[in-house]
């Protein structure tokens, strides 16, 4: 279906010139009691009879053979109840399964839960114990004796595909877009990519100004608050439950049972609350490792990752390396743009390059471009996406790269995008021609917005702007709704909920029905009580799940139309709905008027959809920042920042701020301080909070938010989602802001104060 | 299944009787247990969180003779004789605390994980300090991360308690 058909069909009620009763409106959350008292239940709090503990060995080198485990000693001592390695998982070779994000390489994914042969990175998981307590686990841990040939690691993208870089996989060949093999020989380069459009050559010979420039991004942690905890119990029938913090409760079934080789209906995966997860908790680490454990001790396990685990054995992002080259004309017209990417992917192939290649010009409208880009991998943890994965660091590239022409051509840096700026059927990098998109409105308000009109004043300040993009996706959601007899309805579906997200699904069932956001009660259910759903990401759930609420509210409608038509004996086609009335000739009847009837007219109604929507679209952001530079520490102050963003339509405003406001911080502490800092020999030596330091409340100013609102035709109630496209812009905002502060121009992350100093310092010996 | 106890011989416990949320509360634990570890596995008390098990994230903030501390970095038998109050004490009689109820109409939690933590160190401010400037709180929160809300809505929330606490 084309998004235009899709529009037609679903445009009531949205399209009938009301305005809306609870859309746009700021409502308590369905949980908000709960989260607020300690009442929810998160993983860890579940306590169930017989629980142990399970804790995971890992590998204290970047590289290396495991020659032989030895876990009789661990297996001995008291309390200890199972121990496994990757010899109790089934043989994974040569097998391949679609986990809803293309083809997954099982033997990859089986070897990064427990390393079968080879440890490919610091942090990489060996074997587990589980055990009386976690205490008595660690105890056991100690016991193992692993056996290690250290080899020589690397940690760098452009290391590793050196020609005498350490191979990490023996049979790894570079693959181009088609499947074909492209190398003579196994390297660490599994994909090569490239994308192109018009005439590059005569493109860049047609402009006035060409930059080149090349940048360079460490390692990030998405660094959700709750670590990575799953507790299985593998029953005596044979079928195992799963309680887990997961992005997605069917993408972790599906893993866990092809990882096991069961079938996916004996797997039961229930999603508790889950604490933040950014991308990071799509792939399983500890599902099929506790199912294991629970199926040799039988009792339930409990595994929670330690802080340290969650650094060194969960997925960053990637680190990257990207040559930009834009060429314009006098006037700003951007005529040809050439980039070339490489993304490391961690120990297995299959990282964020692919994105990466399709965001890095996806805000401008360019005639000419070629863009290609590597996966690589390398001695660092498998790489997970993480809030718009791969496009922050494309866009670090290229949105100071259009600060440089702005700066040469003086233009100022809005206006430049503006005359560049992505609009409706531009074409773009490996994607179909944009639908209605909300750039060039965003950018106009940013532009107007008293921020930008503000003189800044002082020493060491500078302002800088910078754009962000990022998808939406459609992807497949369910939901069912009943109606109770006193008119509210029990809403329940299957994404799970990382930051309001019930809420904001609920408020579009509630607005189909004309009822109060209170009185629908959403629930997230666990694989065995809701149709497929797909994971929590991809800025997808308030637009998908909210497609399928909205569908579920027709359901019921049209059913209880019939039971009205019922009451009355007249055609169920005759009657209307509209502001939570039922209407026909001279009757009329409340949605909770003839709730309350329901079963004299037949029996209970039960709404129910499943959407897997054409009509997934696009996020456009700015960022706006004012910084101080100490020059005598390089230490970049924030003093204001605000951030635009189109959100199609607003479903529950302040939590659209909170994403905004939220993805922005992240961003600020990408560029500023957060990294994966390496040793020589490979070796992660910051993993902890304190030695990462993400940003804490005292290292940030409050964050204005300004939801601009271009709706989304494909989406009943115009929605785009909100979720990732915030965190894309601010390191390029700040680089760009940075510059103007101190004169130096920061083309590495992070811009910490060290290197800004440095920077400062070489930038005055050369004046 | 084999009893817990039967391969195992845990370590002599210690008894502890301290005050929890106004109860006066007896319990055993290892000397090894954090009061964390306490609040959590042995008295169910599963509102104060872990995030780190480190002191660096605050997660797990309760108070301690009404300072705020990080209970995975004290052990239980330190909670001898002491007045503790965690995340389940702070609503009383049925009614939300106004951080709490800040905290919900400002929409300063998204995921929820740090929110406990948070409440408990906001409390904790605004009892010594009922006026806090933007900075102060700012500064007195800093010992608690979140990642989701970029700390904005935290931020207004505890101003916005504050005004509601003066009334």
Same mark, same amino acid.
């Given at each position: 279906?084309?998004?235009?058909?899709?529009?037609?069909?679903?445009?009531?009620?949205?399209?009938?010139?009301?305005?809306?009763? $609870?859309?746009?409106?700021?409502?308590?959350?369905?949980?908000?009691?709960?989260?607020?008292?300690?009442?929810?239940?998160?993983?860890?709090?579940?306590?169930?009879?017989?629980?142990?503990?399970?804790?995971?060995?890992?590998?204290?080198?970047?590289?290396?053979?495991?020659?032989?485990?030895?876990?009789?000693?661990?297996?001995?001592?008291?309390?200890?109840?199972?121990?496994?390695?990757?010899?109790?998982?089934?043989?994974?070779?040569?097998?391949?399964?679609?986990?809803?994000?293309?083809?997954?390489?099982?033997?990859?994914?089986?070897?990064?839960?427990?390393?079968?042969?080879?440890?490919?990175?610091?942090?990489?998981?060996?074997?587990?114990?589980?055990?009386?307590?976690?205490?008595?686990?660690?105890?056991?841990?100690?016991?193992?004796?692993?056996?290690?040939?250290?080899?020589?690691?690397?940690?760098?993208?452009?290391?590793?595909?050196?020609?005498?870089?350490?191979?990490?996989?023996?049979?790894?060949?570079?693959?181009?877009?088609?499947?074909?093999?492209?190398?003579?020989?196994?390297?660490?380069?599994?994909?090569?990519?490239?994308?192109?459009?018009?005439?590059?050559?005569?493109?860049?010979?047609?402009?006035?100004?060409?930059?080149?420039?090349?940048?360079?991004?460490?390692?990030?942690?998405?660094?959700?608050?709750?670590?990575?905890?799953?507790?299985?119990?593998?029953?005596?029938?044979?079928?195992?439950?799963?309680?887990?913090?997961?992005?997605?409760?069917?993408?972790?079934?599906?893993?866990?049972?092809?990882?096991?080789?069961?079938?996916?209906?004996?797997?039961? $995966?229930?999603?508790?609350?889950?604490?933040?997860?950014?991308?990071?908790?799509?792939?399983?680490?500890?599902?099929?490792?506790?199912?294991?454990?629970?199926?040799?001790?039988?009792?339930?396990?409990?595994?929670?990752?330690?802080?340290?685990?969650?650094?060194?054995?969960?997925?960053?992002?990637?680190?990257?390396?990207?040559?930009?080259?834009?060429?314009?004309?006098?006037?700003?017209?951007?005529?040809?743009?050439?980039?070339?990417?490489?993304?490391?992917? @961690?120990?297995?192939?299959?990282?964020?390059? @692919?994105?990466?290649?399709?965001?890095?010009?996806?805000?401008?409208?360019?005639?000419?471009?070629?863009?290609?880009?590597?996966?690589?991998?390398?001695?660092?943890?498998?790489?997970?996406?993480?809030?718009?994965?791969?496009?922050?660091?494309?866009?670090?590239?290229?949105?100071?790269?259009?600060?440089?022409?702005?700066?040469?051509?003086?233009?100022?840096?809005?206006?430049?995008?503006?005359?560049?700026?992505?609009?409706?059927?531009?074409?773009?990098?490996?994607?179909?021609?944009?639908?209605?998109?909300?750039?060039?409105?965003?950018?106009?308000?940013?532009?107007?917005?008293?921020?930008?009109?503000?003189?800044?004043?002082?020493?060491?300040?500078?302002?800088?702007?910078?754009?962000?993009?990022?998808?939406?996706?459609?992807?497949?959601?369910?939901?069912?709704?009943?109606?109770?007899?006193?008119?509210?309805?029990?809403?329940?579906?299957?994404?799970?909920?990382?930051?309001?997200?019930?809420?904001?699904?609920?408020?579009?069932?509630?607005?189909?029905?004309?009822?109060?956001?209170?009185?629908?009660?959403?629930?997230?259910?666990?694989?065995?009580?809701?149709?497929?759903?797909? $994971?929590?990401? @991809?800025?997808?759930?308030?637009?998908?799940?909210?497609?399928?609420?909205?569908?579920?509210?027709?359901?019921?409608?049209?059913?209880?139309?019939?039971?009205?038509?019922?009451?009355?004996?007249?055609?169920?086609?005759?009657? &209307?709905?509209?502001?939570?009335?039922?209407?026909?000739?001279?009757?009329?009847?409340?949605?909770?008027?003839?709730?309350?009837?329901?079963?004299?007219?037949?029996?209970?109604?039960?709404?129910?959809?499943?959407?897997?929507?054409?009509?997934?679209?696009?996020?456009?952001?700015?960022?706006?920042?004012?910084?101080?530079?100490?020059?005598?520490?390089?230490?970049? &102050?924030?003093?204001?920042?605000?951030?635009?963003?189109?959100?199609?339509?607003?479903?529950?405003?302040?939590?659209?701020?909170?994403?905004?406001?939220?993805?922005?911080?992240?961003?600020?502490?990408?560029?500023?301080?957060?990294?994966?800092?390496?040793?020589?020999?490979?070796?992660?030596?910051?993993?902890?909070?304190?030695?990462?330091?993400?940003?804490?409340?005292?290292?940030?100013?409050?964050?204005?938010?300004?939801?601009?609102?271009?709706?989304?035709?494909?989406?009943?109630?115009?929605?785009? @989602?909100?979720?990732?496209?915030?965190?894309?812009?601010?390191?390029?905002?700040?680089?760009?802001?940075?510059?103007?502060?101190?004169?130096?121009?920061?083309?590495?992350?992070?811009?910490?104060?060290?290197?800004?100093?440095?920077?400062?310092?070489?930038?005055?010996?050369?004046? | 299944?084999?009893?817990?106890?039967?391969?195992?011989?845990?370590?002599?416990?210690?008894?502890?009787?301290?005050?929890?949320?106004?109860?006066?509360?007896?319990?055993?634990?290892?000397?090894?247990?954090?009061?964390?570890?306490?609040?959590?596995?042995?008295?169910?008390?599963?509102?104060?969180?872990?995030?780190?098990?480190?002191?660096?994230?605050?997660?797990?903030?309760?108070?301690?003779?009404?300072?705020?501390?990080?209970?995975?970095?004290?052990?239980?038998?330190?909670?001898?004789?002491?007045?503790?109050?965690?995340?389940?004490?702070?609503?009383?009689?049925?009614?939300?605390?106004?951080?709490?109820?800040?905290?919900?109409?400002?929409?300063?939690?998204?995921?929820?994980?740090?929110?406990?933590?948070?409440?408990?160190?906001?409390?904790?401010?605004?009892?010594?300090?009922?006026?806090?400037?933007?900075?102060?709180?700012?500064?007195?929160?800093?010992?608690?991360?979140?990642?989701?809300?970029?700390?904005?809505?935290?931020?207004?929330?505890?101003?916005?308690?504050?005004?509601?606490?003066?009334?």
């Amino acid at each position: 279906m084309s998004p235009d058909t899709h529009h037609e069909t679903k445009r009531e009620p949205a399209g009938n010139g009301k305005p809306y009763k $609870v859309i746009g409106t700021r409502p308590i959350r369905h949980d908000g009691a709960d989260k607020v008292t300690g009442r929810a239940i998160y993983t860890s709090d579940l306590q169930l009879a017989g629980l142990v503990h399970g804790k995971i060995l890992r590998s204290p080198h970047a590289h290396a053979k495991i020659k032989h485990i030895d876990t009789s000693s661990a297996e001995k001592l008291p309390g200890v109840f199972a121990v496994v390695t990757a010899k109790d998982l089934p043989d994974l070779r040569d097998k391949v399964a679609d986990l809803g994000e293309g083809r997954v390489n099982l033997a990859h994914l089986g070897a990064n839960v427990l390393a079968h042969g080879k440890a490919l990175y610091k942090g990489h998981a060996v074997a587990a114990v589980a055990a009386i307590n976690p205490h008595v686990a660690e105890e056991a841990l100690k016991l193992i004796q692993v056996d290690y040939e250290p080899l020589p690691a690397v940690t760098w993208v452009l290391d590793a595909m050196k020609a005498d870089a350490p191979l990490l996989h023996d049979d790894l060949h570079t693959e181009d877009m088609t499947g074909q093999r492209v190398s003579q020989n196994p390297n660490n380069a599994s994909k090569y990519l490239l994308f192109e459009a018009g005439d590059i050559e005569q493109g860049f010979q047609s402009a006035d100004l060409v930059i080149e420039r090349e940048f360079k991004t460490a390692s990030v942690h998405q660094g959700y608050i709750e670590p990575h905890v799953s507790t299985a119990y593998w029953n005596v029938d044979g079928h195992l439950t799963v309680w887990t913090a997961t992005q997605g409760a069917f993408t972790a079934r599906h893993q866990t049972a092809e990882l096991l080789q069961i079938p996916i209906s004996q797997v039961t $995966v229930v999603p508790c609350e889950i604490g933040g997860g950014f991308g990071g908790k799509i792939p399983v680490y500890l599902e099929p490792v506790a199912a294991l454990l629970s199926r040799k001790s039988g009792r339930p396990v409990r595994m929670v990752m330690s802080r340290a685990d969650v650094f060194e054995g969960t997925g960053p992002t990637p680190g990257s390396f990207v040559r930009v080259k834009l060429g314009a004309k006098k006037d700003g017209r951007i005529v040809a743009a050439k980039a070339w990417l490489a993304y490391d992917a @961690g120990a297995y192939p299959g990282g964020m390059i @692919g994105p990466g290649c399709m965001c890095v010009f996806s805000c401008y409208d360019i005639p000419n471009y070629k863009v290609e880009g590597y996966d690589v991998v390398l001695n660092k943890p498998k790489t997970a996406a993480y809030r718009a994965p791969g496009a922050t660091q494309a866009a670090f590239a290229t949105e100071q790269v259009v600060d440089e022409l702005a700066e040469r051509l003086k233009i100022d840096p809005i206006d430049l995008r503006l005359k560049n700026a992505a609009k409706q059927g531009t074409q773009r990098v490996g994607w179909p021609d944009y639908p209605r998109i909300g750039f060039i409105e965003t950018l106009e308000i940013a532009k107007n917005h008293p921020h930008y009109k503000s003189p800044l004043t002082g020493k060491n300040r500078g302002r800088g702007v910078a754009a962000g993009f990022w998808f939406n996706i459609g992807l497949k959601s369910c939901a069912s709704a009943a109606v109770n007899p006193d008119g509210t309805v029990t809403l329940v579906e299957g994404s799970t909920d990382i930051g309001g997200t019930r809420t904001s699904i609920a408020m579009q069932l509630a607005e189909t029905l004309g009822i109060a956001a209170e009185d629908v009660h959403p629930r997230v259910a666990d694989t065995d009580g809701i149709g497929y759903t797909d $994971v929590t990401g @991809g800025s997808r759930v308030t637009f998908a799940t909210g497609m399928a609420a909205y569908e579920c509210g027709l359901d019921i409608r049209r059913q209880m139309a019939e039971r009205a038509a019922t009451l009355w004996d007249c055609e169920p086609a005759n009657v &209307t709905f509209d502001d939570g009335t039922f209407r026909c000739c001279d009757h009329s009847i409340t949605f909770k008027e003839l709730a309350a009837k329901l079963n004299e007219l037949g029996g209970p109604v039960l709404g129910r959809a499943a959407v897997d929507p054409a009509g997934p679209t696009n996020g456009f952001g700015v960022s706006i920042v004012d910084v101080e530079v100490d020059p005598d520490t390089g230490k970049t &102050t924030v003093l204001r920042y605000t951030v635009f963003q189109d959100a199609g339509k607003a479903i529950h405003p302040s939590y659209v701020e909170g994403q905004m406001q939220g993805g922005t911080a992240q961003g600020i502490g990408w560029a500023l301080n957060e990294e994966y800092f390496y040793d020589e020999q490979g070796r992660m030596r910051n993993a902890s909070y304190l030695d990462y330091r993400m940003p804490t409340a005292l290292d940030l100013p409050m964050i204005e938010a300004v939801i601009v609102e271009v709706p989304n035709p494909a989406h009943p109630y115009g929605v785009r @989602g909100v979720g990732e496209t915030p965190i894309v812009a601010p390191p390029a905002a700040m680089a760009n802001a940075i510059y103007r502060a101190s004169g130096v121009r920061m083309r590495e992350l992070p811009m910490s104060p060290p290197k800004v100093w440095a920077a400062m310092k070489e930038e005055e010996r050369r004046k | 299944m084999t009893p817990l106890t039967a391969r195992h011989s845990p370590p002599m416990k210690s008894h502890v009787t301290s005050t929890i949320n106004g109860e006066q509360v007896e319990f055993l634990c290892e000397n090894r247990q954090s009061l964390l570890e306490v609040l959590r596995d042995v008295l169910q008390l599963t509102g104060s969180k872990e995030g780190c098990n480190n002191g660096n994230c605050g997660a797990c903030t309760v108070l301690m003779d009404g300072v705020p501390v990080n209970s995975c970095l004290v052990l239980g038998v330190e909670a001898q004789d002491a007045r503790i109050v965690t995340i389940e004490g702070i609503a009383r009689d049925g009614r939300l605390h106004p951080v709490q109820r800040c905290f919900l109409e400002d929409a300063a939690l998204q995921c929820g994980i740090c929110t406990p933590g948070f409440i408990v160190a906001a409390k904790a401010l605004l009892d010594r300090k009922p006026d806090p400037s933007e900075h102060e709180i700012r500064f007195e929160l800093a010992g608690n991360l979140c990642r989701c809300t970029g700390y904005d809505k935290i931020v207004r929330a505890v101003q916005d308690a504050a005004k509601a606490m003066a009334k």
